[in-house]
């Protein structure tokens, strides 16, 4: 099975793909001349804490679509699903420290962590006040005595949403690393998918990494075309929808009276057709269990390539993060409200 | 001169990688994303820049510079663990311009800690440390056996591979692969593939000739 892609050589894929953003979305981000990040161009900012992510391309509009007001400040860009280097995110906590320190946001990949780990020490070594905090919201990944072991997916993006207003409000680093933890302890996502991605590795397109049966889907999948962890035949949309919510509820646990915001995630083939339909019975089911939702996204926020299929993410709000996580925003490829 | 024969045997590791990049990326494709065989290559291609950086330094020095520009240069899980096995071996060589049967122990010993410490594996886990591992138990062997230095090294090198081949049956521990628990059975992991092929490699440079 071979997917077909509108590219030129595989091994400028990114490169490219940098150059063409960069030039639509020049009036607010900039590359570093000698480092593939890049960096919001008021940044590094007077008395804001910077932002600090990155991660492997192939997830538009994360990570570099969000760079911007009230959002990040620096994204060190990757190999397509593969962990940016050392070296780039040294360059990118550089880029956006003002003084006030740094906070870097990742997701739990071991690829990421060694790389920022070795980022953050070789920062600190200069002096610079830096921060991390990974993200683990995926429930599918692992039991929750293993949190630790669980991957970072479209929770992240909730994350930075909150973090960007926070430092924009002029917070400590310890403060905003606290937003940043809240975030996460109080996050939790499942997804689902029906058909893979493929790595652009040859002319044209690329081979997938997995391939499902013609009426197969595959819970709790990941992010990078890694498969997941149950196959199974396809069910309804609103099954699914009961498949996957139901282990998020349980997980954190979210209860009766909670107040939530919800990002309906595609995975980068999936309709905005389709995800109304998940939304809809998403919100019977929390309204069923007394919970109401502050904010909801709904659309491609954490992408992987073409890969058919969504995930659902509740976080469970306090009135400081409902507040955060509505305040205006605006990056390229993220705008709220 | 040392730095000369370093960047002969670093091009000739670009030359073997580049010749397996199909094999490796296959490797990767059936329990992670079909990289790692690219990932790889460019990571040695890229140090081979570094060409410069190596004039005049000893075999300790040259490696930990190696290993830097592995650790901090190239990304994805590849670079960390790769430069940190350089880096820890380049530092139980320092002032050596030619080695001993301990000396290659004591590096490999070095390159095991780093990547254990930096990947925070084990053995039988299914990573490259399967293939470093059985390698330096083979020379600490040689040596209580007074084995000569090429008969040694020869020894390593297929111990190296033996402990390749086993990563086959095992279920991943580590990584990305460890997510696919029981799949990643029937599967050699990429990682040690191609640590087999750099240490292959090594051996084979520095034995030409003998």
Same mark, same amino acid.
């Given at each position: 099975?071979?997917?077909?892609?509108?590219?030129?050589? %595989?091994?400028?894929?990114?490169?490219?793909?940098?150059?063409?953003?960069?030039?639509?979305?020049?009036?607010?981000?900039?590359?570093?001349? $000698?480092?593939?990040?890049?960096?919001?161009?008021?940044?590094?900012?007077?008395?804001?804490?910077?932002?600090?992510?990155?991660?492997?391309?192939?997830?538009?509009?994360?990570?570099?679509?969000?760079?911007?007001?009230?959002?990040?400040?620096?994204?060190?860009?990757?190999?397509?699903?593969?962990?940016?280097?050392?070296?780039?995110?040294?360059?990118?906590?550089?880029?956006?420290?003002?003084?006030?320190?740094?906070?870097?946001?990742?997701?739990?990949?071991?690829?990421?962590?060694?790389?920022?780990?070795?980022? /953050?020490?070789?920062?600190?070594?200069?002096?610079?006040?830096?921060?991390? /905090?990974?993200?683990?919201?995926?429930?599918?990944?692992?039991?929750?005595?293993?949190?630790?072991?669980?991957?970072?997916?479209?929770?992240?993006?909730?994350?930075?949403?909150?973090?960007?207003?926070?430092?924009?409000?002029?917070?400590?680093?310890?403060? #905003?690393?606290?937003?940043?933890?809240?975030?996460?302890?109080? $996050?939790?996502?499942?997804? #689902?998918?029906?058909?893979?991605?493929?790595?652009?590795?040859?002319?044209?397109?690329?081979?997938?990494?997995? $391939?499902?049966?013609?009426?197969?889907?595959?819970?709790?999948?990941?992010?990078?075309?890694?498969?997941?962890?149950?196959?199974?035949?396809?069910?309804?949309?609103?099954?699914?929808?009961?498949?996957?919510?139901?282990?998020?509820?349980?997980?954190?646990?979210?209860?009766?009276?909670?107040?939530?915001?919800?990002?309906?995630?595609?995975?980068?083939?999936?309709?905005?057709?389709?995800?109304?339909? @998940?939304?809809?019975?998403?919100?019977?089911?929390?309204?069923?269990?007394? @919970?109401?939702?502050?904010?909801?996204? @709904?659309?491609?926020?954490?992408?992987?390539?073409?890969?058919?299929?969504?995930? @659902?993410?509740?976080?469970?709000?306090?009135?400081?993060?409902?507040?955060?996580?509505?305040? %205006?925003?605006?990056?390229?490829?993220?705008?709220?409200? | 001169?040392?730095?000369?024969?370093?960047?002969?045997?670093?091009?000739?590791?670009?030359?073997?990688?580049?010749?397996?990049?199909?094999?490796? !990326?296959?490797?990767?494709?059936?329990?992670?994303?079909?990289?790692?065989?690219?990932?790889?290559?460019?990571?040695?291609? !890229?140090?081979?820049?570094? *060409?410069?950086?190596?004039?005049?330094?000893?075999?300790?020095?040259?490696?930990?510079?190696?290993?830097? +520009?592995?650790?901090?240069? +190239?990304?994805?899980? +590849?670079?960390?663990?790769?430069?940190?096995?350089?880096?820890?071996?380049?530092?139980?060589?320092?002032?050596?311009?030619?080695?001993?049967?301990?000396?290659?122990?004591?590096?490999?010993?070095?390159?095991?800690?780093?990547?254990?410490?930096?990947?925070?594996?084990?053995?039988?886990?299914?990573?490259?440390?399967?293939?470093?591992?059985?390698?330096?138990?083979?020379?600490?062997?040689?040596? *209580?056996?007074?084995? =000569?230095?090429?008969?040694?090294?020869?020894?390593?090198?297929?111990?190296?591979?033996?402990?390749?081949?086993?990563?086959?049956?095992?279920? =991943?521990?580590?990584?990305?692969?460890?997510?696919?628990?029981?799949? +990643?059975?029937?599967?050699?992991?990429?990682?040690?593939?191609? =640590?087999?092929?750099?240490?292959?490699?090594?051996?084979? =440079?520095?034995?030409?000739?003998?």
């Amino acid at each position: 099975m071979f997917l077909k892609k509108f590219i030129n050589k %595989p091994e400028n894929v990114v490169d490219e793909m940098v150059e063409g953003f960069l030039a639509a979305h020049s009036d607010v981000v900039r590359k570093l001349e $000698t480092s593939r990040v890049l960096v919001r161009k008021e940044a590094p900012i007077e008395g804001k804490v910077g932002l600090v992510t990155g991660g492997g391309s192939g997830h538009k509009p994360a990570f570099i679509g969000y760079i911007g007001e009230n959002l990040l400040d620096a994204v060190a860009v990757g190999d397509i699903f593969a962990s940016p280097s050392a070296k780039q995110i040294y360059d990118a906590i550089k880029a956006c420290d003002s003084g006030k320190g740094v906070l870097c946001v990742l997701g739990n990949y071991s690829g990421d962590v060694m790389n920022f780990d070795m980022a /953050v020490e070789m920062a600190r070594d200069e002096g610079i006040k830096v921060e991390q /905090v990974i993200i683990n919201d995926d429930v599918g990944s692992a039991p929750k005595e293993k949190k630790e072991n669980r991957r970072g997916v479209a929770g992240e993006v909730v994350v930075w949403k909150a973090i960007g207003a926070k430092a924009a409000k002029g917070a400590s680093l310890e403060e #905003v690393k606290e937003i940043a933890e809240r975030v996460n302890n109080n $996050t939790r996502s499942m997804g #689902v998918a029906h058909s893979p991605c493929a790595v652009p590795s040859k002319m044209y397109g690329g081979e997938p990494t997995f $391939t499902l049966g013609e009426m197969e889907m595959e819970i709790g999948v990941g992010h990078h075309g890694e498969p997941g962890v149950k196959r199974m035949q396809m069910k309804t949309a609103d099954e699914i929808t009961e498949m996957l919510t139901e282990p998020v509820l349980k997980d954190l646990p979210f209860e009766k009276g909670d107040r939530v915001s919800v990002l309906i995630n595609g995975l980068g083939s999936t309709s905005l057709l389709e995800m109304y339909i @998940i939304y809809r019975k998403l919100t019977q089911i929390l309204e069923d269990k007394g @919970i109401s939702i502050a904010i909801s996204w @709904i659309g491609e926020f954490f992408t992987s390539l073409e890969m058919g299929g969504f995930s @659902i993410t509740l976080t469970r709000l306090d009135d400081e993060l409902e507040e955060l996580l509505k305040m %205006p925003a605006r990056a390229p490829l993220f705008r709220y409200p | 001169m040392v730095s000369s024969k370093i960047v002969s045997i670093l091009q000739e590791i670009v030359k073997v990688l580049e010749g397996k990049q199909e094999e490796l !990326n296959r490797l990767d494709a059936n329990i992670g994303d079909g990289d790692h065989g690219r990932t790889v290559a460019g990571a040695f291609k !890229n140090v081979l820049k570094q *060409e410069k950086e190596l004039e005049g330094k000893d075999i300790g020095e040259a490696l930990q510079i190696i290993g830097r +520009t592995l650790a901090f240069s +190239t990304g994805a899980a +590849t670079g960390p663990l790769y430069g940190s096995a350089f880096i820890e071996a380049g530092k139980k060589l320092k002032g050596k311009e030619k080695l001993s049967l301990e000396d290659w122990k004591e590096a490999l010993s070095g390159a095991v800690e780093g990547v254990k410490r930096r990947g925070k594996a084990e053995v039988g886990d299914k990573t490259m440390l399967d293939t470093l591992y059985p390698m330096a138990k083979s020379l600490e062997d040689s040596i *209580e056996k007074g084995e =000569s230095l090429k008969e040694a090294l020869l020894k390593a090198k297929d111990a190296a591979k033996r402990g390749m081949e086993s990563t086959k049956e095992l279920v =991943s521990k580590r990584g990305r692969s460890s997510r696919l628990g029981e799949r +990643t059975k029937g599967h050699i992991d990429p990682g040690a593939a191609s =640590s087999y092929y750099v240490i292959e490699t090594i051996i084979k =440079s520095c034995l030409k000739g003998e």
